[in-house]
């Protein structure tokens, strides 16, 4: 990602009138075309306005930018500008690129499986953390990932298993903490099980008939997630970009 500063040095008494400009012309301008904003920042004393906007590289912004001054809102803002007093004293333009990630996100997005083999058994853990009770497997969506995409790496990671998603069977938010947890239902497809030093200390498929869940799944809201499961088809999934609309990954139900 490439952002763009777009600092104002402004008279303070042009504060108001410069931001009704920016609102009526400026921002449904650049959002029309594909920029992003970040966000919008005033000084105390009103004297200097920054916007930061996000393109996906500098052959973005230029396309963006060279679209936007041929559309008609940019004329009618340029001659808007002309019947007003001046907006700004003067205006300066960088371009800024990211140094990692610090910012903490709102919700924590994580995804488990229940994934059965051929007798219909369902794939646990049982971690190291939490060795009062086996599980399903999964944890949280790291960066850019689809759904499917995270929940397969989870299991693999965890327990050494291919497989294949066919459905989300429930979503679930743990308002204490922030989580909001996105339960998959999907088949074996190969591989060898095989515990996580470090994180988990045993991995199985096992027959939950005849009331074996309740003894195996100690933690009644691990619990509920399964049988949810165990007693639903799933529903369609999908993963897409916008702008233009592309689909990464879809699965009908």
């Known amino acids: ?85 001046p907006l700004y004293i003067d205006q300066k333009e960088d371009f800024m690129e990211t140094t990692g990630e610090y910012h903490f996100p709102k919700h924590i997005v994580s995804v488990s499986a229940c994934v059965t083999n051929k007798k219909g058994e369902v794939l646990f853990v049982n971690n190291e953390h939490r060795s009062d009770t086996y599980e399903m497997p999964g944890g949280r969506m790291e960066h850019q990932e689809t759904l499917e995409q995270a929940v397969k790496r989870e299991v693999l990671e965890e327990t050494g298993v291919h497989m294949k998603v066919t459905g989300v069977t429930g979503v679930y938010q743990n308002l204490t903490i922030g989580v909001v947890c996105i339960v998959f239902k999907g088949e074996y497809v190969s591989g060898e099980l095989a515990v996580q030093p470090g994180e988990t200390k045993d991995v199985g498929f096992i027959d939950v008939s005849e009331g074996k869940l309740d003894e195996l799944v100690t933690r009644e809201h691990f619990r509920i997630r399964v049988e949810d499961a165990l007693k639903r088809e799933g529903v369609s999934v999908e993963s897409y970009f916008v702008r233009p609309y592309d689909v990464v990954y879809r699965l009908e139900k």
């Open 1 to 85: 990602m490439i952002y763009q500063r777009l600092t104002y040095r402004i008279d303070p008494n042009q504060y108001e009138s410069f931001t009704r400009f920016f609102h009526e012309y400026i921002l449904p301008n650049r959002l029309g075309h594909g920029a992003r904003l970040v966000d919008r920042y005033a000084t105390l004393a009103r004297d200097e306005i920054m916007t930061i906007w996000e393109y996906d590289s500098l052959e973005a912004h230029d396309e963006i930018d060279k679209k936007l001054k041929q559309s008609d809102l940019f004329l009618k803002a340029e001659k808007r500008k002309k019947e007003l007093p």
